[in-house]
């Protein structure tokens, strides 16, 4: 069973830093077939990166997706205000056939 | 544009049976698999289940195989979760999504806003 661990639990950053969130399956994630996704609070999450790196219709550039195998980075390059949310990364394809990992609360410092 | 608009969620007892649905728009509901994917209240994603374009292929997690069934209709473009044997560790808000291939379950592209449903004696 592919179990993914995202750290840190929390975030603490001003609007304009750089965040880099990561997250780490306990084995390899097929294909890198690993997803992220953006949730505010009362919203459905959304999604934000698929494939482990590309950007989903409307996603704006200063959010980015890398890394392969067992880990897997989102970055996003300056905060803006509506960028403080929780944040899923979701892996595909594997067994158990769909998982998410518990979530990165990014908040403002 | 569109749009996924869950309904069915209610106060349920345990061991008792619900039904969700979620009615969809804006796109070609028979070209898409649909998924199921539930939230407890102040916890993360959980992911319920997925069903095919053609509805041939229903998958589903440990936690419910055997007591929930994902069906859809597609005179009336709506998707259904029904939950029976329900648990108290059922309760949460149940999102359909869509996943935006018709190969292998994957990723989901659009959420609805979900339905909440609690399990309590």
């Known amino acids: 069973e592919i179990v993914l661990t995202q750290s840190p639990g929390t975030l603490s950053l001003s609007p304009g830093e750089r965040a880099s969130l990561s997250c780490r399956a306990s084995?390899?994630?097929?294909?890198?077939?690993l997803a992220w996704y953006q949730q505010k609070p009362g919203q459905a999450p959304r999604l934000l990166i698929y494939?482990?790196?590309s950007r989903a219709t409307g996603i704006p550039e200063r959010f980015s997706g890398s890394g392969s195998g067992t880990d897997f980075t989102l970055t996003i390059s300056r905060l803006e205000p509506e960028d403080f949310a929780v944040y899923y990364c979701q892996q595909y394809g594997g067994s158990p056939l769909i998982t998410f990992g518990p979530g990165t609360k990014v908040d403002i410092k | 544009q569109v749009q996924l608009v869950e309904s069915g969620g209610g106060v349920v007892q345990p061991g008792t049976s619900l039904r969700l649905s979620c009615a969809a728009s804006g796109f070609i509901f028979s070209s898409y698999a649909m998924h199921w994917v539930r939230q407890a209240p102040g916890k993360g994603l959980e992911w319920v289940g997925v069903i095919s374009h053609d509805a041939k292929v229903k998958i589903y997690p440990d936690s419910v195989r055997g007591r929930f069934t994902i069906s859809r209709d597609y005179s009336k473009n709506t998707l259904s979760l029904e939950m029976s044997s329900l648990r108290v560790e059922d309760s949460a808000i149940y999102y359909c999504?869509?996943?935006?291939?018709?190969?292998?379950?994957?990723?989901?592209?659009?959420w609805g806003q979900g339905t909440l449903v609690t399990v309590s004696s």
């Open positions: 494939g482990a790196s």
């Open positions: 084995q390899s994630v097929r294909n890198n077939y």
């Open positions: 999504a869509r996943d935006p291939t018709m190969g292998e379950p994957d990723y989901f592209d659009y």
